[in-house]
């Protein structure tokens, strides 16, 4: 079986490529478990089906008019936008959907872990993070701060690591400090304080 045929390919540009597409514009949108690429072939083929069904129109339209003998360039161009430019676009509407609150009502929210939830809005906090061993670590977790996502394992740095006083108020930063990075497998908790910036 030759897959560089002429027609098979062809048959796999239409119907493997849009949603192979789609599939990793969601993994890139959405913290998630990944999964090999050999395994989501009948996802691709079935998203790229769902992709042809919503622009089934468009493309009634255009093949039944004369845009291709009249116009190729244009002919091309919205073929590359029904392979590639909506597949990205419909994952960008769904999980825009998703995250509305009227819709969670019916379907889970996509960001499936509050670490995930917090950390991705990119807001400026005062944190604390207390260890399992129940030190804790405080500081300005800001614009130059960053939390990993997705599958890694979690892990925070805080650009600004401050002093606590007795009553746990955040007194001064730390001389010379660069910051720290905190181990996931080392957090017992983690507070936020509002820090009035955005």
């Known amino acids: ?18 949603g192979f597409i789609a599939i990793k514009a969601y993994e890139l949108l959405t913290p998630s478990q990944r999964v090999d ?6 996802d691709a083929i079935a998203y790229s089906c769902l992709n042809y069904t919503l622009l089934l129109w468009p493309i009634f339209s ?8 009249e116009s190729p360039n244009l ?4 073929y590359v936008f029904v392979l590639f430019v909506s597949p990205t676009l ?15 009502k019916f379907i889970p929210h996509p960001t499936q872990q509050a670490w995930d939830f917090v950390f991705g ?16 670590i405080a500081g300005k977790y800001g614009s130059n701060s960053f939390a990993s ?3 890694s394992d979690e892990q925070i740095y805080i650009e600004e690591q401050w002093l606590l006083n ?16 905190v181990l996931s497998s080392e957090i017992d908790t983690v507070e936020f304080f509002y820090s009035g910036e955005n």
């Open 1 to 18: 079986m030759n897959i560089w045929d002429e027609n098979k390919l062809l048959l796999f540009i239409g119907f493997v490529i849009p």
């Open 37 to 42: 690429s050999s395994k989501q072939i009948v």
């Open 62 to 69: 255009v093949e039944s008019g004369m845009l291709r003998t």
């Open 75 to 78: 002919y091309i161009l919205f």
């Open 90 to 104: 419909w994952v960008v509407a769904w999980r825009f959907l998703r995250e509305c609150e009227c819709i969670q």
């Open 121 to 136: 809005q990119r807001q400026c906090h005062w944190i604390i993070v207390t260890l399992k061993s129940g030190r804790k």
């Open 149 to 151: 996502s997705g599958t």
């Open 166 to 181: 007795s009553d746990e108020g955040f007194e001064r930063p730390v001389e010379q400090s660069s910051g720290v990075i």
